[in-house]
């Protein structure tokens, strides 16, 4: 206890033992009890040592008796190791789900049909191996006329990828003027709670919104396209290099998709067409 701070005095009061014989004892020579205890404590830390470092009380205790042939008991062990600081390799921490920097409410509730351009936008990204390794990609996709507006390639996930995915579809659709409520859903990525594409969104004047954790129909409408984009380029060969792939991607989403694939779901017309006839319709 006084090794601890405690004031002597104090100590030997809650102990009910005199002063006098503190002191003395402390010009005896080291009890039995000590002297174990400091050999036991060295061979603790040779066995700690020798193990790497890996072992606790347990396995430390085991060495000793299994090993070593030293009877001690697996409390007295314990003791001397925290006395030296020593301790085994616990195992590995449990996963916890990152959570995005902002949690956006689901404004949407899996309704995807809207009668204007630039009232929801749906974004996701997807993944493709290459040889030198794998490509990402981010869309942002118009549901009014299944328009690809903006989109990002990069060779990691990182929130600059669906920053600089949006940053296209709010220079495409809207320049220097703030969108007006447009809506923009996504899942709960960490990317897109991150304070990066959060903040660009809502200077933006858009609506951050975020479906439930781990529930694609929340998000169907981008799951549907990065399906077809599976089926019609990404898994039809074996790609060299990123840029081969990146190429390839720039030309499917921008050329074919974009002006030239021909939608069910707008009656047979491609996105740009339909959004021209709805212009000459509306003036």
Same mark, same amino acid.
């Given at each position: 206890m006084?090794a601890e701070k405690?004031?002597?005095q104090?100590?030997?009061r $809650? =102990?009910?033992?005199?002063?006098?014989?503190?002191?003395?004892?402390?010009?005896?020579? @080291?009890?039995e *009890?000590?002297?174990?205890?400091?050999?036991l404590?060295d061979?603790?830390r040779?066995?700690?040592?020798?193990s790497?470092?890996?072992?606790?009380?347990?396995? $430390?205790?085991a060495e000793l008796?299994l090993?070593?042939g030293v009877?001690?008991?697996?409390?007295?062990v314990? =003791? !001397?190791?925290q006395?030296?600081?020593?301790?085994?390799v %616990?195992g590995?921490?449990k996963?916890k789900?990152?959570?995005p920097d902002?949690i956006? %409410? /689901?404004? $949407?509730n *899996?309704?995807?049909?809207r009668?204007l351009?630039?009232?929801?936008?749906?974004?996701?990204i997807?993944?493709h @191996?290459? *040889?030198?390794?794998?490509v990402?990609?981010?869309?942002?996709?118009d549901?009014y006329s299944?328009?690809v507006?903006g989109?990002?390639?990069?060779?990691?996930?990182?929130?600059a990828l669906?920053t600089n995915?949006l940053?296209?579809?709010?220079?495409?659709?809207?320049?220097?003027t703030?969108a007006?409520?447009? $809506?923009?859903?996504?899942d709960?990525g960490t990317?897109?709670?991150s304070?990066a594409?959060t903040d660009?969104a809502?200077?933006?004047?858009l609506?951050?919104?975020m479906?439930?954790?781990g /529930?694609?129909?929340d998000?169907?409408?981008?799951?549907?396209f990065?399906? &077809?984009?599976?089926?019609e !380029?990404l /898994?039809?060969?074996?790609?060299k290099? &990123?840029?081969? !792939? +990146?190429?390839a991607m720039?030309d499917? =989403?921008?050329?074919?998709?974009?002006?030239?694939r021909?939608?069910s779901a707008?009656?047979?017309l %491609?996105p740009i067409?339909?959004e021209r006839t709805?212009i000459? %319709?509306? +003036?």
């Amino acid at each position: 206890m006084a090794a601890e701070k405690l004031p002597v005095q104090v100590a030997c009061r $809650v =102990l009910a033992v005199s002063e006098s014989g503190y002191y003395a004892r402390l010009s005896r020579a @080291p009890s039995e *009890r000590a002297v174990r205890h400091a050999w036991l404590t060295d061979l603790i830390r040779q066995v700690h040592t020798d193990s790497r470092g890996i072992y606790g009380g347990r396995r $430390v205790h085991a060495e000793l008796t299994l090993g070593h042939g030293v009877a001690v008991g697996h409390c007295q062990v314990e =003791l !001397l190791m925290q006395r030296a600081g020593l301790h085994g390799v %616990t195992g590995r921490p449990k996963w916890k789900r990152i959570k995005p920097d902002n949690i956006s %409410t /689901d404004s $949407v509730n *899996r309704d995807f049909a809207r009668a204007l351009p630039n009232q929801l936008w749906v974004t996701d990204i997807t993944e493709h @191996p290459t *040889r030198e390794g794998k490509v990402y990609c981010c869309v942002v996709l118009d549901t009014y006329s299944r328009r690809v507006v903006g989109w990002a390639i990069d060779a990691s996930p990182n929130a600059a990828l669906v920053t600089n995915a949006l940053g296209m579809a709010i220079d495409t659709r809207h320049g220097n003027t703030r969108a007006a409520g447009t $809506v923009i859903h996504s899942d709960q990525g960490t990317q897109f709670g991150s304070w990066a594409f959060t903040d660009r969104a809502k200077n933006s004047g858009l609506v951050p919104s975020m479906g439930s954790v781990g /529930d694609c129909y929340d998000n169907a409408m981008i799951e549907s396209f990065w399906s &077809r984009v599976q089926v019609e !380029l990404l /898994d039809r060969k074996k790609w060299k290099t &990123r840029i081969e !792939l +990146a190429n390839a991607m720039f030309d499917y =989403l921008e050329i074919w998709h974009n002006r030239q694939r021909r939608h069910s779901a707008l009656g047979m017309l %491609t996105p740009i067409e339909f959004e021209r006839t709805h212009i000459i %319709t509306v +003036a």
